[in-house]
């Protein structure tokens, strides 16, 4: 029981991860949420859909199709919804930022239709079996995808020209603007990069339940964006932990205290997180004004 | 000089006299019941969002959360008409200042943790909170009646006069709407209105010169959240069911919305923002099908030409 708990928590808690680190990286940079975060992640599942139900493409093929898609809506809403309003109001990107979650989902609403569709099962859903808790295939490759892809994010941060530059970017503009960056190019990237972890993570959700909808970025972003600032906002192995631990608690309250309140939970856990340690578990700066 | 502008102040005023005698009279002159429970719906989203303008546009406090009380001042409504004193009407009445104090005290429950926090936290904090409610409207089933909602909510009366419908509840929004107002104008124009611009534009230099930043601000959020209870109030015995999907993250969106696109920390900002959101829906009804995406595209379009607002200044 106990086992079985924390596979299921790990499960849904590392794609929470995989979603927050798209906002960890936008608002690391940015200072902005990105609310369309989580209908990219939806645009991905779809993406996956279209390609694999309907085009019947092979797997792989599909996964890049899904990535692509997302991605290039990531470049399309900061084009088009942030970058025109850059020096405005916090408030007024956030307002604009809504504006793209409703623009995005209710086309995907009228391009796929507003019922919830089934998504084909492409791993074959062999049980595996540990010590009395049993899992799928797919359940051990969603943590063990969404860890890889944490490690990979985080040495291309790490270690490559762009990645210092986002670095830079996000810890002093003017002083990265002076030293020769394009923070426009850098900012290009990180939507695009952010995008498309969240497109893997939309796949990968929508093979797990094996149904996708129009609205299934709602919550699921709203739940990534705490899990990254239960992580500390900014941090790639915050988002990743943040996730895990959003993941874990649902999971166990939902076995030992009651499943109506699993959705209230996130957010007791961040009123918690912002009285205690605002800057989160692995953050660093406490307050990046607003 | 100065009888000059005393001249154009008293000009306004009858300006706006005049306006608010048109505003009296319309559903009595436009007989269209459907325009009337449109007006209805306004009047309380202009009492909603006037309210969450205080936090928002006086005192600078991004609310994501504003729902929730707008929540809790229609189930404590409910409850108190339905459970409390059923049958009289004075159970509508009673409501009120129940609903009233239970918004405030709420209101000082959200601030007193969550306003040591900046910005976009706050905004996240906020955001939590209002879920939190909805998911108490949700679980609480013994109080609440769950999913389900509560049902047959009496309609307001004064005695043995209905006041449920049409023109005769106009009667009642625009009452509340009015003293709401004027109530807000004064508070705006009086030392409230000093101390939020202080702390709006410089909190550190406010807190130097003596305003007490933490009390400004938590007088904003408990009087925000008080005017949200009094509009749910209205709104529960004006469509008589509720349910916990009424008071969700998009309500406290669209009103919010509505404060941003008015004007935020102007006085007819909340007001304009309110009439465009509530009318303008209703002029793509011909195209339903695209209507929340028009809506979508004019937020993004509307925040690019004018990110201060419809009537801000800035």
Same mark, same amino acid.
């Given at each position: 029981?106990?086992?079985?708990?924390?596979?299921?928590?790990?499960?849904?808690?590392?794609?929470?991860?995989?979603?927050?680190?798209?906002?960890?990286?936008?608002?690391?940079?940015?200072?902005?949420?990105?609310?369309?975060?989580?209908?990219?992640?939806?645009?991905?599942?779809?993406?996956?859909?279209?390609?694999?139900?309907?085009?019947?493409?092979?797997?792989?093929?599909?996964?890049?199709?899904?990535?692509?898609?997302?991605?290039?809506?990531?470049?399309?809403?900061?084009?088009?919804?942030?970058?025109?309003?850059?020096?405005?109001?916090?408030?007024?990107?956030?307002?604009?930022?809504?504006?793209?979650?409703?623009?995005?989902?209710?086309?995907?609403?009228?391009?796929?239709?507003?019922?919830?569709?089934?998504?084909?099962?492409?791993?074959?859903?062999?049980?595996?079996?540990?010590?009395?808790?049993?899992?799928?295939?797919?359940?051990?490759?969603?943590?063990?995808?969404?860890?890889?892809?944490?490690?990979?994010?985080?040495?291309?941060?790490?270690?490559?020209?762009?990645?210092?530059?986002?670095?830079?970017?996000?810890?002093?503009?003017?002083?990265?603007?002076?030293?020769?960056?394009?923070?426009?190019?850098?900012?290009?990237?990180?939507?695009?990069?952010?995008?498309?972890?969240?497109?893997?993570?939309?796949?990968?959700?929508?093979?797990?339940?094996?149904?996708?909808?129009?609205?299934?970025?709602?919550?699921?972003?709203?739940?990534?964006?705490?899990?990254?600032?239960?992580?500390?906002?900014?941090?790639?192995?915050?988002?990743?932990?943040?996730?895990?631990?959003?993941?874990?608690?649902?999971?166990?309250?939902?076995?030992?205290?009651?499943?109506?309140?699993?959705?209230?939970?996130?957010?007791?856990?961040?009123?918690?997180?912002?009285?205690?340690?605002?800057?989160?578990?692995?953050?660093?700066?406490?307050?990046?004004?607003? | 000089?100065?009888?000059?502008?005393?001249?154009?102040?008293?000009?306004?005023?009858?300006?706006?006299?005049?306006?608010?005698?048109?505003?009296?009279?319309?559903?009595?002159?436009?007989?269209?019941?459907?325009?009337?429970?449109?007006?209805?719906?306004?009047?309380?989203?202009?009492?909603?969002?006037?309210?969450?303008?205080?936090?928002?546009?006086?005192?600078?406090?991004?609310?994501?959360?504003?729902?929730?009380?707008?929540?809790?001042?229609?189930?404590?409504?409910?409850?108190?008409?339905?459970?409390?004193?059923?049958?009289?009407?004075?159970?509508?009445?009673?409501?009120?200042?129940?609903?009233?104090? @239970?918004?405030?005290?709420?209101?000082?429950?959200?601030?007193?943790?969550?306003?040591?926090?900046?910005?976009?936290?706050?905004?996240?904090?906020?955001?939590?909170?209002?879920?939190?409610?909805?998911?108490?409207?949700?679980? @609480?089933?013994?109080?609440?009646?769950?999913?389900?909602?509560?049902?047959?909510?009496?309609?307001?009366?004064?005695?043995?006069?209905?006041?449920?419908?049409?023109?005769?509840?106009?009667?009642?929004?625009?009452?509340?709407?009015?003293?709401?107002?004027?109530?807000?104008?004064?508070?705006?124009?009086?030392?409230?209105?000093?101390?939020?611009?202080?702390?709006?534009?410089?909190?550190?230099?406010?807190?130097?010169?003596?305003?007490?930043?933490?009390?400004?601000? &938590?007088?904003?959020? &408990?009087?925000?959240?008080?005017?949200?209870?009094?509009?749910?109030?209205?709104?529960?015995?004006?469509?008589?069911?509720?349910?916990?999907?009424?008071?969700?993250?998009?309500?406290?969106?669209?009103?919010?919305?509505?404060?941003?696109?008015?004007?935020?920390?102007?006085?007819?900002?909340?007001?304009?923002?309110?009439?465009?959101?509530?009318?303008?829906?209703?002029?793509?009804?011909?195209?339903?099908?695209?209507?929340?995406?028009?809506?979508?595209?004019?937020?993004?379009?509307?925040?690019?030409?004018?990110?201060?607002?419809?009537?801000?200044?800035?």
């Amino acid at each position: 029981m106990l086992l079985q708990q924390i596979i299921n928590g790990l499960t849904v808690g590392s794609t929470y991860g995989l979603v927050a680190l798209g906002y960890t990286l936008i608002y690391g940079v940015l200072g902005l949420i990105n609310f369309a975060h989580g209908e990219i992640y939806m645009i991905g599942a779809f993406m996956g859909f279209t390609t694999l139900a309907l085009a019947n493409l092979p797997f792989w093929f599909s996964i890049a199709l899904s990535v692509l898609g997302a991605a290039t809506t990531g470049f399309f809403v900061e084009r088009i919804a942030y970058r025109p309003i850059r020096k405005a109001t916090k408030s007024a990107q956030l307002i604009s930022a809504l504006g793209m979650s409703i623009v995005l989902r209710n086309l995907a609403m009228l391009a796929w239709g507003s019922k919830t569709l089934p998504f084909p099962r492409v791993l074959a859903n062999d049980a595996l079996d540990i010590a009395g808790a049993r899992f799928s295939v797919l359940q051990a490759v969603i943590p063990l995808c969404a860890v890889a892809l944490m490690f990979a994010l985080n040495g291309y941060i790490g270690h490559t020209r762009m990645g210092i530059s986002v670095r830079a970017v996000s810890l002093d503009p003017e002083m990265a603007s002076m030293m020769g960056i394009e923070s426009n190019r850098v900012i290009g990237a990180v939507f695009i990069l952010g995008s498309a972890l969240g497109g893997i993570a939309g796949m990968l959700v929508a093979m797990f339940y094996a149904s996708i909808s129009f609205d299934m970025g709602v919550i699921v972003g709203i739940k990534s964006f705490i899990a990254a600032i239960l992580g500390g906002i900014g941090s790639i192995h915050g988002a990743m932990i943040g996730g895990l631990i959003l993941g874990l608690a649902e999971s166990f309250a939902a076995a030992y205290i009651s499943p109506a309140y699993k959705d209230a939970l996130a957010f007791v856990l961040l009123l918690l997180v912002l009285l205690f340690k605002p800057s989160g578990i692995l953050g660093v700066s406490s307050e990046k004004g607003g | 000089m100065g009888a000059i502008r005393r001249e154009r102040a008293g000009n306004k005023l009858v300006v706006l006299a005049g306006l608010w005698v048109v505003a009296m009279l319309t559903p009595f002159v436009v007989r269209d019941g459907y325009v009337i429970h449109l007006l209805n719906v306004l009047g309380i989203y202009v009492i909603l969002s006037a309210g969450l303008n205080i936090s928002v546009g006086l005192a600078g406090l991004l609310h994501l959360g504003h729902a929730g009380f707008y929540g809790l001042g229609a189930y404590a409504g409910a409850i108190t008409s339905t459970r409390v004193i059923p049958g009289s009407w004075l159970g509508f009445w009673a409501g009120l200042p129940v609903a009233v104090v @239970l918004g405030m005290l709420a209101g000082a429950v959200l601030g007193a943790p969550s306003l040591r926090l900046r910005g976009h936290y706050f905004a996240i904090a906020t955001l939590g909170f209002g879920e939190i409610m909805r998911s108490l409207m949700l679980n @609480l089933v013994e109080i609440t009646q769950g999913p389900f909602g509560i049902k047959a909510i009496p309609s307001p009366r004064l005695g043995s006069f209905d006041l449920g419908s049409g023109a005769r509840f106009y009667c009642l929004v625009f009452a509340v709407v009015t003293l709401v107002l004027l109530g807000l104008w004064n508070l705006q124009h009086g030392r409230f209105g000093r101390f939020w611009q202080a702390v709006r534009e410089d909190e550190v230099v406010a807190q130097v010169m003596g305003v007490n930043v933490f009390a400004a601000k &938590m007088w904003a959020l &408990m009087i925000s959240s008080g005017l949200a209870a009094v509009a749910g109030w209205l709104y529960a015995h004006y469509v008589s069911y509720i349910n916990p999907s009424n008071f969700s993250l998009d309500e406290s969106i669209l009103v919010l919305c509505m404060v941003i696109l008015g004007g935020r920390g102007t006085f007819w900002g909340p007001v304009i923002g309110s009439a465009l959101l509530v009318l303008f829906p209703e002029l793509l009804r011909p195209i339903a099908e695209l209507r929340l995406l028009v809506y979508g595209v004019a937020l993004v379009v509307l925040m690019a030409v004018r990110p201060e607002g419809v009537v801000g200044t800035k």
